[in-house]
Structure formats: C-alpha cells, structure tokens
C-alpha cells in the first residue's frame, strides 16, 4: 500500500510539473475545445467530477481518440497538484508528459 501512495504522489507531482511547463489545460470546457482541435493527448478526470461532466469528456475523448482517465483522486487533490483550489479534470497537451504520466496512472486509475 505504501507503494501505491509513492506512485500516486509521483503522479500528482508530475502532473505540477506538467503545469508549470504550461502543458496542462484545466476546466472540462477549455478541455473539450483543445481535444476538438487535437491539442490533447491525454485527459485526467476526478472521481468527483459530475456525471455530466463526465460523459461529455467521454464522448469527445471517443470521438478524437484521445486517452481520457478517470482517477480516484479528489478535486482537492488535483487541484493542489496544479496549483488551484480545485480541479475536476485535467488536460496534458505533451506527448512526453502524457507517457511520463501514463506509467504511474495504472497503479490507482
């Protein structure tokens, strides 16, 4: 178990450092238009987004092969790991960051 929480917190350090490098898109809308124009490779969702929220994402990560997420992380967690209050989802824009990300996210996904 102590394993799996070094990973998680790998992960969500990552995913600053994703932010930080200006790679990361924040907010379901912002989210949706970047997948729309294939600005994504990655989505990361929260499994306290909303239901809705959730199916949308979905269905455009479907729609533009994109590889959506949905994690058993906390908005609060999320949103600390990219400096915000809260985040619902995550984009990455960077193909190096989505596979850096992509190592550790089976491990909790």
């Known amino acids: 178990m102590r394993?799996?929480?070094?990973?998680?917190?790998?992960?969500?350090?990552?995913?600053?450092?994703?932010?930080?490098?200006?790679?990361?898109?924040l907010g379901s809308d912002n989210i949706?238009?970047?997948?729309?124009?294939?600005?994504?490779?990655?989505?990361?969702?929260?499994?306290?987004?909303?239901?809705n929220t959730k199916k949308k994402l979905k269905n455009r990560a479907?729609?533009?092969?994109?590889?959506i997420f949905f994690v058993d992380i906390s908005v609060e967690e999320l949103g600390k790991a990219v400096g915000k209050e809260l985040a619902y989802c995550v984009g990455i824009s960077d193909k190096n960051f989505k596979n850096l990300l992509s190592k550790s996210i089976d491990s909790f996904a």
């Not at 949706?32 to 239901?51: H, R």
């Open 62 to 67: 479907d729609y533009t092969h994109t590889d």
């Open 3 to 25: 394993e799996n929480k070094n990973i998680r917190q790998i992960f969500l350090s990552n995913l600053g450092l994703a932010r930080k490098a200006g790679k990361a898109v």
């Open 32 to 51: 949706y238009e970047k997948m729309s124009t294939d600005g994504l490779f990655m989505v990361i969702v929260s499994n306290d987004a909303s239901d």
